[in-house]
């Protein structure tokens, strides 16, 4: 699938970790793609994260949903994972395995993600050939990330003023502070407990799609 910008505007992060006791993930990313999400990214991190054949099964079962919905479905970190599945795209972090690397390894059929959190990282990204698109933040607080410092808006401007690449933002996002990204310059935000613990995930996403991004 080739990479466009408008697939950041709501993008959903989850793996089982995320979902609420009781729920399945399946059924809560199906809801999402229901409601519209422009990208699905699977995750699996945190306390009893799926491994091995569990996971590889759990991939196959969402990738499989996404392509129903014809919404791009993307891998965290796992380059060995997202070529096995032919994924979409596959996302890594700065303490993953090198941008530069990964770059090599995947096919050109699938796009690169990259995390970048100060300006000397977008700095190095833009330098690298084949990254499609750049996550930042945390932007607020995030109770998923809450080792991770906070830019805040002023230093996600800083970064989509330098980047050669779109941006989404992640990190703290909620239904309140979702209508000051787009004066930052990103192209969408990314969430995660926004839409996993949504008490109605089709409001939720409604609201996230009608956030303008090309202001």
Do not use: W
């Not at 926004?194 to 991004?213: C, E, F, G, H, P």
């Amino acid at each position: 699938m080739k990479f466009d910008k408008t697939m950041l505007h709501t993008y959903f992060i989850a793996g089982t970790p995320d979902i609420p006791t009781g729920e399945a993930l399946e059924d809560v990313v199906r809801q999402a793609l229901d409601a519209g999400i422009t990208a699905f990214q699977y995750r699996e991190k945190g306390p009893n994260a799926l491994t091995g054949l569990r996971l590889l099964t759990m991939a196959q079962r969402l990738q499989k949903l996404c392509g129903a919905y014809h919404v791009p479905f993307i891998v965290d970190n796992d380059v060995d994972l997202a070529h096995r599945l032919h994924a979409d795209g596959v996302h890594v972090g700065q303490t993953d395995a090198a941008a530069a690397q990964v770059v090599a390894q995947v096919s050109q059929e699938m796009f690169i993600g990259l995390s970048c959190h100060t300006k000397a990282q977008i700095e190095t990204a833009n330098n690298i050939p084949g990254i499609s698109y750049i996550g930042s933040g945390a932007i607020y607080t995030s109770p998923s990330k809450a080792s991770a410092p906070v830019i805040g808006l002023a230093g996600l401007t800083a970064l989509t003023q330098i980047s050669h690449r779109p941006i989404v933002a992640i990190g703290g996002i909620n239904a309140d502070n979702l209508k000051d990204l787009p004066a930052t310059g990103v192209a969408g935000a990314a969430v995660i407990s926004l839409i996993a613990r949504s008490q109605d995930i089709a409001k939720t996403v409604t609201a996230m799609n009608a956030i303008d991004y090309s202001i």
